[in-house]
T-cell receptor, first 115, second 115 residues
């Protein structure tokens, strides 16, 4: 069975603060894939990043960075110098062969960035 | 950039009525999914579809639900007799491959309101 836990239900920050969204996953498979999606107030799901279990290199894309640590089964997402437009619900997801590669989502973290 | 498109964006229906939600996946994708998100809650897997048949389905996907790919482009979700608790955002998604952890691309969603 696979499971994704996003313990933070809601985070509120002031613009320009850095913020980290936590994601902890569970899977018995050695090959698996992790994803982050953004759901802005308009409701759509926007793909942000994919990571496979063999690649623990952290990634940076502009103000976004991701920290993948297999030792703690975590795939955390950091937004540097947050902006009001970052306000959204962020979902972490996992797919693996044990789950037929069907993405399983966490409950999401609602990020509110105040001006 | 290719995208998954869903219609309608919002559907209001009376309890007991049948609804059909429509999706056009990305043209060279082979795997199709429907997910559901009850307001403010997690994104839940309903069903996956490959090679013109259901490959996986969740316990949510009971006999009231059916999926179809009536032609080469559309992928539909039918709810035969809607209930109040079917009110949710329904997302269609598609992926090119299964293994390899290709990210699922999601449509913008159809918000279904059952009254």
């Amino acid at each position: 069975a696979q499971k994704v836990t996003q313990a933070q239900t809601e985070i509120s920050v002031v613009e320009k603060e850095d913020v980290t969204l936590d994601c902890v996953y569970e899977t018995r498979d050695t090959t698996y894939y992790l994803f982050w999606y953004k759901q802005p107030p308009s409701g759509e799901l926007v793909f942000l990043i994919r990571r496979n279990s063999f690649d623990e290199q952290n990634e940076i894309s502009g103000r976004y960075s991701w920290n993948f640590q297999k030792s703690t089964s975590s795939f955390n997402f950091t937004i540097t110098a947050s902006q009001v437009v970052d306000s959204a619900v962020y979902f972490c997801a996992l797919s693996s062969s044990g789950g037929s590669y069907i993405p399983t989502f966490g409950r999401g973290t609602s990020l509110i960035v105040h001006p | 950039e290719p995208e998954v498109t869903q219609t309608p964006s919002h559907q209001v229906t009376q309890m007991g009525q049948e609804v059909i939600l429509r999706c056009v996946p990305i043209s060279n994708h082979l795997y199709f999914y429907w997910y559901r998100q009850i307001l403010g809650q997690k994104v839940e897997f309903l069903v996956s579809f490959y090679n013109n048949e259901i490959s996986e389905k969740s316990e949510i996907f009971d006999d009231q639900f059916s999926v179809e790919r009536p032609d080469g482009s559309n992928f539909t979700l039918k709810i035969r007799s809607t209930k109040l608790e079917d009110s949710a955002m329904y997302f269609c998604a598609s992926t090119k491959l299964l293994q390899g952890g290709t990210e699922a691309f999601f449509g913008q969603g159809t918000r279904l309101t059952v009254v």
